[in-house]
């Protein structure tokens, strides 16, 4: 089974996430803030992390985390899929250049959000 | 000199004509002169010596007044020059204050559209959920209602204090619906909020000893609480202490709300009352539209209380509030209506 992690500081959507998810054949993980998503990243070695831009705790905001796991072999192959509540191109460049493969706008239908993560993982 | 001040208030264009009437009137008299005395007959020499010496001093006279001119000119520049000077000046702070202004209307903007787009990602993807999932249990069922009653509740409260601010704005008062509120109660029931939605913090509330009334609206005082604490913890580390004390003086109630987070430079002070302004624009900024602490001003102010902040970076902040006390004519009979409407 596929491993998916979920990088959001705000529960409710972590959960609103997952919920979409786990329809499908997915293993779902779950992270609070950067620092933690790097860990659970590095032990877990998923094939998509879904990673949002705005995280205020551990002085670690998306693009950071993503410049991280790109730098590092055990989880460098991982598909990095920037969610953002800003859909500004600045954010998004700003994504590309830290080496996020793609990037998903807040508000999101389940539905798209979904079909979209089944295209990356089939 | 008195001539000199009175060539002072000649314009700089009209010198030419002055000088021209002077010279004009000089060599007038000099030649009325020199032919009233050929018409005498005197001794030729005395006619020439006596017109050599007024041409001269015709002469001197025209330079005495281009000399005065050019001096009056100079000062003149000069004034000009340090008028320039100082308005370009002003316009450039002018300048620089429209575009910080600018800019945190910007910032505003963007972090508004974020704080509506979080609870609107929530109800829009739980109840796409709801919609297209039929296999959901009655208990997921509930929790993504839960989330949307919530989210919904969060946006209204968004949408109420940015229709304050409009309000405050466009130069209206607030509306206050006045009754006697008991401060502390008002306190220890924003605090017992923080202790279930902040576990992260610990919360130490310090009364007055005697009871904490005020002439206010407790909604809106709750408000101010809420606010006052929210920024305490929003800006201190896990694990740290924000004590809430109320002290009491004759006339007034002071409470303050200290944190031991990462505080205020003097600049972030001095603008920490603006609305919209967040001293950390960057995506790891805590939550929020810059509005708390210019809300919680207005408020106070209505209330006819005064608000300020002592804070020393890396120590920490406490902000104060003021506010008169309730005073009933007459004894006090023990029964107290505590307007709570929370």
Request: proline share 4%.
């Amino acid at each position: 089974m596929k491993k998916i992690l979920i990088v959001d500081d705000q529960p409710e959507i972590r959960d609103l996430v997952a919920t979409t998810l786990r329809i499908g054949p997915y293993h779902i993980l779950q992270a609070g803030s950067g620092p933690e998503a790097i860990e659970v990243a590095r032990r877990e070695r998923p094939s998509l992390i879904l990673l949002d831009v705005m995280m205020p705790e551990g002085d670690m905001d998306g693009f950071e985390v993503c410049r991280r796991l790109k730098a590092d072999e055990k989880t460098r192959d991982a598909f990095v899929m920037m969610l953002t509540a800003r859909g500004q191109k600045s954010d998004i460049e700003r994504g590309k250049a830290v080496g996020a493969n793609d990037y998903f706008v807040k508000p999101f239908s389940p539905l798209e959000l979904m079909t979209k993560v089944y295209e990356v993982l089939k | 000199m008195k001539i000199a001040m009175l060539f002072r208030r000649v314009r700089p264009g009209q010198w030419r004509l002055v000088q021209f009437l002077v010279a004009v009137a000089l060599s007038s008299f000099a030649t009325g002169m020199v032919l009233c005395l050929i018409a005498i007959r005197p001794r030729a020499l005395l006619v020439v010596a006596f017109w050599v010496v007024m041409t001269a001093l015709n002469a001197i006279i025209l330079g005495w007044l281009s000399g005065c001119a050019q001096r009056t000119i100079r000062h003149r520049l000069r004034v000009i020059e340090e008028e320039l000077e100082r308005r370009a000046e002003e316009y450039a702070t002018l300048n620089a204050e429209m575009r910080r202004l600018d800019l945190m209307k910007s910032a505003f903007l963007a972090t508004a559209a974020h704080e509506l787009r979080t609870p609107l990602t929530s109800l829009q993807g739980f109840s796409e959920i709801l919609l297209i999932r039929g296999d959901l249990s009655e208990e997921q069922r509930r929790k993504c209602l839960t989330y949307i009653n919530q989210q919904a509740i969060h946006l209204a409260t968004i949408v109420d204090d940015l229709l304050d601010v409009s309000r405050i704005e466009s130069g209206e008062a607030l509306k206050l619906r006045y009754d006697v509120v008991d401060l502390f109660s008002v306190v220890e029931e924003v605090v017992t909020a923080f202790r279930i939605s902040a576990p992260t913090h610990h919360f130490v509330v310090e009364g007055p000893g005697t009871l904490a009334l005020v002439w206010g609206d407790a909604e809106r005082l709750y408000q101010v609480m809420q606010h006052l604490v929210s920024n305490a913890v929003k800006y201190s580390p896990v694990g740290s202490t924000v004590t809430i004390r109320l002290e009491s003086t004759d006339d007034s109630l002071k409470t303050s709300v200290s944190d031991q987070g990462i505080g205020m430079t003097r600049e972030e002070l001095a603008h920490a009352f603006e609305k919209f302004y967040r001293a950390d624009l960057s995506n790891l900024a805590p939550e929020g539209m810059g509005l708390g602490l210019f809300m919680a001003r207005h408020i106070v102010e209505a209330h006819g209380g005064e608000i300020s902040i002592e804070s020393t970076p890396g120590v920490g902040t406490t902000v104060y509030v003021v506010l008169p006390r309730y005073k009933k004519p007459g004894n006090y009979s023990g029964s107290w209506h505590l307007c709570l409407s929370r």
